[in-house]
């Protein structure tokens, strides 16, 4: 049964870079079956998807935040990572990782959803 | 940046059904498929349903979802204690990036 884990500082300041990790437990981040994850929610408001990554590196990016983040995988270590760039209070949150099964079409949007997700790990931005 | 709107709240009695519903575009629900999440208190969101209407083992099938057009619902029947928590519908875009709903927080009376 896959797990997820994510790591890393709780408080950032604001215009640094937020960085965490997730470690997947109970299965191989180099499956082709899955892509890989991170989706956040602001206190006491909805989910919005950051992005995701497939084992070999490729990456989609939320369009919104896609100039400010970087997704990464290191399957040496089954984890992959997340990298938002000059973050604001508006970027506190609470950051999931969760692994993104289902089917890639040849062409447009993917038949994917999101299971397991990791618990979550809270991130303030705050000097 | 939620493009798929759900109302705020829904309530019901124990026993009682509930729908939920959702509102979006052709570019997202009206022409691919919508996906439910459930998000217990102070919890991590959990797969409810996917392509539109299947349910991942282990989900009761008091659980259901429907598609029409561009709009989805989630119907909960024998509603249950349980069963109060936040529901998100999602789908993805055309444009190639995963919308979630604005949230809906059951309440059981």
């Known amino acids: 049964q896959v797990q997820l884990q994510e790591s890393g500082p709780g408080l950032v300041k604001p215009s640094q870079t937020l960085s965490l990790t997730c470690t997947v437990s109970?299965?191989?981040?180099?499956?082709?079956?899955?892509?890989w994850s991170w989706i956040r929610q602001p206190p006491g408001k909805g989910l919005e998807w950051i992005g995701y990554?497939?084992?070999?590196?490729?990456?989609y990016y939320n369009p919104s935040l896609k100039s400010r983040v970087t997704i990464s995988v290191d399957t040496s270590k089954n984890q992959f990572s997340l990298k938002l760039s000059s973050v604001t209070a508006a970027d506190t949150a609470v950051y999931y990782c969760?692994?993104?099964?289902?089917?890639?079409?040849?062409?447009?949007?993917?038949?994917?959803?999101?299971?397991?997700w990791g618990q979550g790990t809270l991130v303030t931005v705050s000097s | 940046q939620s493009v798929l709107t759900q109302p705020p709240s829904a309530s019901g009695t124990p026993g009682q059904r509930v729908t939920i519903s959702c509102s979006g575009s052709?570019?997202?629900?009206?022409?691919?498929?919508v996906y439910w999440y459930q998000q217990l208190p102070g919890t991590a969101p959990k797969l409810l349903i996917y392509?539109?209407?299947q349910r991942p083992s282990g989900v009761p099938d008091r659980f259901s979802g429907s598609k029409s057009g561009t709009s989805a619902s989630l119907a909960i029947s024998g509603l249950r204690s349980e069963d109060e928590a936040d529901y998100y519908c999602?789908?993805?875009?055309?444009?190639?990036?995963?919308?979630f709903g604005t949230g809906t927080k059951v309440t059981v009376l």
């Open positions: 969760a692994r993104a099964l289902g089917y890639d079409f040849w062409s447009g949007p993917p038949d994917r959803w999101f299971d397991p």
């Open positions: 109970g299965g191989s981040i180099s499956s082709g079956d899955y892509y």
């Open positions: 990554i497939y084992y070999s590196g490729s990456t």
């Open positions: 052709s570019s997202n629900i009206g022409s691919n498929y």
């Open positions: 392509r539109n209407n």
């Open positions: 999602a789908a993805w875009d055309d444009s190639l990036f995963y919308v």
